[in-house]
């Protein structure tokens, strides 16, 4: 365990990084921050003088649910993150502080660490009531949010409540809670979704940055591509049915029982990016297909109004009506053709009348 | 070609309101669909027929065949098919727009819509008018009339736009993040990050071209019957011949 | 100002205030106000649930069929107990029944949830209330191995093992970055464990840290994923297929051996290192006995683990229904969850509006309708609150009252229940626990009887698990292999008017109940009713005053700067903000 002491920038070192490409990344860093490039140095020595880099983890309104799956970490444990990677020096779920301990640290770590820390997020900031339908020490969570961010590195959106919204902004979104990056607009934000996202995906992206001294390659949506740049549909092991033609018609039977392609039962695999189907959940034990379930599709923007999710379609919910596409469409075009067969009747009518 | 047409610019028109400006004797037949705009228009009934069966399909498959998955490809032929189709309709159709710019003036009609003329709206009235049966005759037209025009218009030119688009984002997702279709259509997903809500306005789009298919065929086949000119004919030889030598 | 509750406590909010915010190591945002008097002992206690998403109002016009999964999302902590919460209310209102397998099948997810839940919630989010990670640098790491294995037979106990693992903690804490366990209350004197403890403690911190994603894994054989597996209407989404064609792709005989594989591990675990670590840091605070609040007056339980499938009867039920009023453990009094008069939500001291307040509604005739507004004696601003005026509404939460009583619910609830109800298996462990601390009963109805209570569950629940897998295998032994009904599946087969139902778990937190209508195939009004809203609850018209409140009144505090005594009751009860408010 000598490592323990090895600073963040001899970590990476170690690693193979440059020196060059090291302060690249420093100067890179403040440039995005848009910090004046004195602030590159700054950034430097916070990360050449400490073993780990800190990160804050604040929660807005979720379900803590993101902490949990990344507690489940099997490789890299979830305790040799914390222990040797990164200095998780805020986590309300956590944390040994609470009160005016834990908020010391918030201020300390700011004033420290400028530009220099990561602010990995949990949930997201309600914009109702003046923020208040998510009161921390007092305040709207949403302040804090903004303040914490302007001074970090870079912003980690954990799961879909900080990258989309999630459920609390499902329709009717009583909170109008929002994705972080509504109210984080000058920082790189980094985003893992999921409900929640899988554990391994997690900590390989702190361990990424820790690693390889760099920011993540991210996807037009800003999700890590590495890890969100292929559905489920992709790599499904189910796959094979899908194309043959063979589907679960019920739940458990025949086809269930063969592990048939969920299709037919609502699986949303086709629409959704995320690597459950090749990295698995909980130490590759399973993923929702493989024990029987369609995707929900919860790494996808409002997924949650994309249901039922039964349905192979999703209801459309504009005009007042609620139904699928067939069902609109059918319904149109049904009308359409019985006013065909009607005009064609009445044409024939009057001609008939006429030629009399 | 038979019997004479002359372009005319005078202020007087005999026989069509549709702005085509063209005067006819009677019995006249006039060359208004250029092969490439009648090869186009079957190759796109057949590749849209084609896409509105696999593409229901494809929302709604049939039932499971048994047996071993290796052993069949049921599903797989099923979107292969509306694949191929759907490609053949974009290359056609990419075809049709170069034909546009090309071809008579005609083959311009369905790109846009004369709004600002006002005898081409007398036409809409008069062409409702006669769908209401509030009049016993329609005008003479020497191309689409201009309901039709309005429809293909909006469902055709901008709804085939619509699938292609669409149906190319969500082929990119099956082709992978590095395919040109990718590269090409993934800005889709940037306004509509949920590839389920692009499939859900593809599939809206299915029962737009239904709606305008029965519509289309219903009016093709009355008109046939019931206009002063041919119609379906004029699809497959490109000549229109009109029936009367009344004015308009 | 000296006030009496109704329920028999005493409130003076004369002193100085203190405030914590936030509440650390739960779940959500909880700030806690209480005032001490001259001696530094709490005399008045202020819980405000800090955080409201409206998933009440979010569920109105949805599927039934999903509703589940908008309700598993309430919390991920307490993850799936929503769900099952939800997928019985559903089945209840529509008249759907579930296969024998399924039941068992959520039996070993729900029981999987408790065991789970308790140990992180033992050692990640409660441990360092009693230990003190500095202090375990002192300690030698021979006497904690002659400590360990003088408790248990736990093979992770050599001089070697702790020295190593001291050697760690030395470093982390020598590189001035101390992560989570920065500004902390280290030395401070509430804490009473030697060294030894501390250390074992803290390696166990991390053990625990490394099995608990083990345990989970049950939830994912089952239901595909944890965080926040899949459930189903009607049943369970995993279908069983041992012999045939595509066994792979189900529930086979090597997935019913990795789950009986950690079913094993668990119950080594809770009875090697859990029950062990608890009596050891409880025989150190045995005089510390404060916290005890309502759990001595007023419990409530609703049960759970339906032996039997679609037989929701306190027959059928392992876990106790029942409710205890006034301290009278003499009587258990039966409970109706569809009762108008039994279960009612207040608003009077919530940021939530009915049209008469001074009156409860039941959850069948439930309105969330939010209404964020602070009293007039609020120092601070609307938003930039310092101190809050309970005197008006002051909290996300609602409160529940059963019969017009604030009640607690949660693992202590169920365990004093049963043992009014003298069940064995739950007398018989509750009596060693005292016996072995030598203590008496009353020691129960404290912070560290709450602490005791989750540990003996934990147990209870490893040997279940045990039963209800080897339950699942002799069923499918006899060749049965359904998981699921679906008979009543599509929205054509149900009834046309509107029907209500209700679904309830011991979730573990305590006792969880979900009301829902459906009309028209769609959610007409959805109403949960949450173990943290009981607990957490702020007060009522009458002035009663919930568990939080009442736990931390008469506590003595050895600095009000740093709050560790406030912390250690509230976290007794596992709060769950999310869940609370939802
Ligand atoms: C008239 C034109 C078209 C119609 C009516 C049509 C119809 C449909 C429908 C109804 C679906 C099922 C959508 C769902 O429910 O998920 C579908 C899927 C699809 N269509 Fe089209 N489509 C058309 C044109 C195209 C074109 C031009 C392409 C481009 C290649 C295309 C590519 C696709 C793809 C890739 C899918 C998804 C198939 C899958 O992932 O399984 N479509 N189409
Ligand atoms: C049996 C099937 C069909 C028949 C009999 C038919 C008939 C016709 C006729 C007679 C015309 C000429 C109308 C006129 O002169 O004003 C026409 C034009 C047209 N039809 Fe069809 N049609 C069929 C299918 C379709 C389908 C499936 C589509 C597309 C979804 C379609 C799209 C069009 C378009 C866009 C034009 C205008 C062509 C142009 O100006 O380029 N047709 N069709
Ligand atoms: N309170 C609560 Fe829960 C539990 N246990 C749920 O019902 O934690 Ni989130
Ligand atoms: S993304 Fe999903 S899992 Fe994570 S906190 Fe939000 S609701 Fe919970
Ligand atoms: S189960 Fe879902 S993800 Fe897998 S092949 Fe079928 S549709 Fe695709
Ligand atoms: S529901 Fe979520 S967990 Fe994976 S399989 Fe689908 S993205
Ligand atoms: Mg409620």
Redesign the interface.
């Known amino acids: 365990m000598a490592q323990a002491t090895e600073t963040f920038y001899e970590v990476i070192r170690r690693q193979g990084i440059t020196r060059r490409s090291f302060t690249r990344f420093c100067s890179l860093t403040a440039a995005s921050l848009g910090l004046a490039p004195a602030a590159a140095p700054r950034i430097a020595h916070a990360l050449e003088t400490k073993p780990r880099l800190p990160i804050i983890w604040m929660h807005g309104l979720e379900c803590t649910c993101c902490s949990e799956s990344f507690i489940r970490s099997a490789h890299p444990l979830a305790k040799d993150v914390v222990l040797s990677m990164i200095s998780l020096d805020y986590d309300d779920t956590l944390m040994a502080a609470a009160g005016h301990q834990a908020e010391a640290i918030l201020d300390d770590i700011r004033t420290k660490y400028k530009g220099g820390y990561v602010l990995a997020v949990e949930g997201n900031p309600p914009l109702n009531e003046d923020g208040m339908y998510c009161i921390d020490g007092g305040k709207p969570f949403v302040e804090k949010l903004k303040a914490m961010a302007a001074d970090s590195l870079a912003v980690v959106a954990w799961g879909s409540c900080a990258s989309w919204g999630c459920v609390q902004a499902a329709k009717p979104n009583p909170t109008q809670a929002v994705p972080i990056d509504r109210v984080i607009r000058d920082k790189p934000v980094i985003k893992v979704p999921g409900c929640p996202p899988i554990a391994e995906v997690m900590t390989g992206v702190i361990s990424y940055i820790t690693t390889f001294g760099r920011l993540p390659e991210l996807d037009r949506q800003g999700r890590p591509k590495m890890f969100y740049s292929q559905r489920i549909h992709d790599k499904c092991y189910r796959r094979a049915s899908f194309d043959a033609g063979q589907f679960v018609e019920e739940w458990d039977d025949e086809g269930a029982r063969k592990g048939y392609c969920l299709y037919k039962m609502g699986c949303r695999g086709p629409t959704t990016y995320n690597a459950c189907s090749t990295v698995r959940w909980n130490d590759g034990v399973s993923f929702p297909i493989q024990s029987g379930h369609g995707c929900i599709g919860c790494s996808e923007q409002g997924f949650w109004d994309n249901g039922p999710f039964y349905d192979r379609l999703s209801n459309v919910r504009q005009f007042g009506i609620e139904a699928n596409a067939d069902r609109v469409g059918g319904v149109v075009a049904g009308v359409v053709a019985a006013g065909v067969v009607a005009h064609a009747a009445v044409t024939a009518v009057t001609r008939l009348t006429k030629k009399r | 070609m038979s019997g004479a047409t002359r372009t005319n610019g005078s202020s007087r028109f005999r026989g069509v309101v549709d702005l085509a400006g063209v005067q006819t004797d009677r019995g006249a037949t006039i060359y208004v669909y250029e092969a490439p705009v009648r090869v186009w228009h079957w190759v796109n009934a057949l590749c849209v027929a084609v896409l509105i069966v696999t593409g229901y399909l494809i929302g709604a498959p049939p039932p499971s065949v048994t047996g071993e998955a290796s052993a069949h490809f049921q599903f797989g032929y099923i979107r292969f098919a509306h694949f191929a189709a759907g490609q053949v309709l974009t290359v056609f159709f990419m075809m049709r727009i170069y034909w546009a710019f090309m071809g008579n003036r005609h083959a311009r009609q369905i790109f846009y819509l004369p709004f600002w003329s006002a005898t081409w709206w007398k036409g809409v009235w008069w062409e409702a008018k006669w769908y209401l049966f509030l009049t016993a005759e329609p005008k003479k037209y020497v191309a689409h009339n201009p309901l039709a025009h309005i429809a293909m218009f909006f469902t055709v030119t901008l709804g085939n736009i619509g699938m292609i688009i669409t149906g190319f984002a969500l082929y990119s997702e099956d082709a992978g993040r590095d395919s040109w279709q990718a590269r090409l259509f993934g800005w889709v997903f940037t306004l509509f990050p949920n590839s389920q809500d692009v499939r859900t306005l593809h599939h809206l789009g299915l029962w737009v071209i239904v709606t305008f298919t029965i519509l289309h065929i219903y009016a093709a086949v009355r008109e046939e019957i019931m206009s002063r000119q041919t119609m379906i004919a004029t699809m497959i030889s490109g000549e229109r011949q009109f029936r009367d030598d009344r004015d308009d | 100002m000296d006030i009496n509750t109704p329920n028999g406590f005493r409130l003076d909010n004369s002193g100085r205030r203190v405030?914590?915010?936030?509440?650390?190591?739960?779940?959500?945002?909880l700030?806690v106000e209480v005032n001490v008097d001259a001696n530094n002992v709490i005399r008045n206690a202020v819980s405000t649930g800090?955080?409201?998403?409206?998933?009440e109002?979010?569920l109105k016009?949805?599927?039934p069929?999903?509703a589940w999964?908008?309700t598993q999302?309430?919390?991920?902590?307490c993850?799936g107990t929503h769900a099952l919460t939800s997928v019985r209310a559903v089945e209840n209102a529509l008249g759907i029944t579930i296969p024998e397998n399924a039941n068992t099948i959520r039996n070993i997810m729900q029981l999987a949830l408790y065991v789970h839940d308790h140990i992180?919630h033992f050692y990640?989010?409660h441990a360092?209330d009693w230990v003190d990670?500095v202090s375990a640098l002192s300690a030698d790491p021979k006497a904690t191995s002659a400590l360990a294995q003088s408790i248990s037979d736990w093979p992770l106990s050599s001089p070697g093992y702790f020295r190593d693992l001291q050697?760690?903690l030395k470093?982390?804490v020598?590189?001035g970055?101390?992560?989570?366990?920065?500004?902390?209350?280290w030395g401070h004197p509430a804490y009473k464990l030697p060294p030894e403890a501390n250390l074992m403690a803290v390696a166990h911190y991390?053990e625990a840290?490394?099995f608990?994603?083990e345990i989970?894994?049950i939830?994912?054989?089952?239901?595909?994923?944890?965080?926040?597996?899949?459930w189903?209407v009607?049943?369970?989404?995993?279908?069983?297929?041992i012999d045939?064609?595509?066994?792979?792709?189900?529930v086979n005989i090597e997935r019913l051996n990795?789950v009986s594989g950690i079913i094993d591990r668990a119950v080594t675990f809770t009875e090697q290192v859990y029950l062990p670590d608890l009596k050891a840091i409880a025989s150190f605070y045995k005089d510390w006995l404060y916290g005890g609040g309502l759990s001595g007056r007023s419990v409530l339980a609703y049960g759970d683990i339906p032996e039997h499938a679609n037989d929701y009867s306190p027959a059928s039920l392992l876990l106790p229904q029942g409710a205890i009023i006034n301290g009278n453990l003499a009587e258990v009094q039966p409970i109706d969850l569809k009762d108008p008069a039994q279960i009612q939500e207040f608003v009077t001291h919530s940021w939530y509006k009915y049209p008469d307040e001074a009156h409860g509604l039941h959850p069948f005739d439930g309105i969330t309708e939010?209404n964020?507004a602070l009293g007039r004696n609020t120092k601070?601003s609307?938003?930039?609150?310092?101190e809050i005026d309970e005197g008006a509404k002051y909290s996300?939460l609602k409160a529940p009252r059963w019969r017009g009583h604030a009640m607690e619910v949660g693992p202590l609830a169920r365990w004093v229940v049963g043992y009014a109800q003298n069940k064995p298996q739950f007398r018989e462990p509750v009596e060693k626990l005292l016996h072995d601390l030598n203590v008496p009963v009353g020691a129960l109805f404290s912070t560290l009887g709450r602490t005791a209570a989750r540990g003996l569950e934990c147990q209870w629940a490893a040997h279940e698990l045990r039963r209800f897998q080897d339950k699942l295998l002799a069923s499918i032994k006899a060749g049965d292999?359904?998981?699921?009904y679906?008979e009543k599946?599509t929205p054509d087969t149900w009834p046309a008017k509107e029907v209500r139902g209700v679904g309830f778990t011991e979730a573990p937190r305590g006792a969880l109940g979900h009301w829902v209508s459906i009309q028209g195939g769609k959610i007409d009004n959805y109403q949960c009713v949450v173990p943290t809203t009981w607990n957490g609850s702020p007060r009522d018209p009458a002035g009663n005053i919930g568990a939080f409140e009442a736990a931390l009144l008469d506590t003595p505090m050895a600095d009000p700067?740093?709050?560790l005594e406030i912390?250690r009751t509230l976290h007794s009860f596992d709060p769950c903000l999310?869940c609370s408010t939802h």
């Open positions: 405030v914590v915010d936030p509440v650390t190591r739960i779940e959500g945002h700030r800090t955080m409201w998403r409206g998933i109002l979010i016009g949805r599927d069929r999903d999964a908008f999302r309430i919390c991920g902590v993850t992180v990640h989010l360092l990670v050697g760690r470093r982390f020598e590189s970055q101390l992560g989570p366990f920065r500004n902390a209350y991390l840290l490394d608990q994603k989970v894994k939830h994912t054989v089952y239901g595909g994923k944890n965080p926040h597996p899949n189903l009607g049943g369970v989404p995993c279908a069983i297929n045939g064609a595509g066994a792979t792709g189900a990795l939010p964020y601070g609307r938003t930039d609150i310092h996300w292999l359904a998981t699921a679906t599946w700067a740093q709050p912390i999310a």
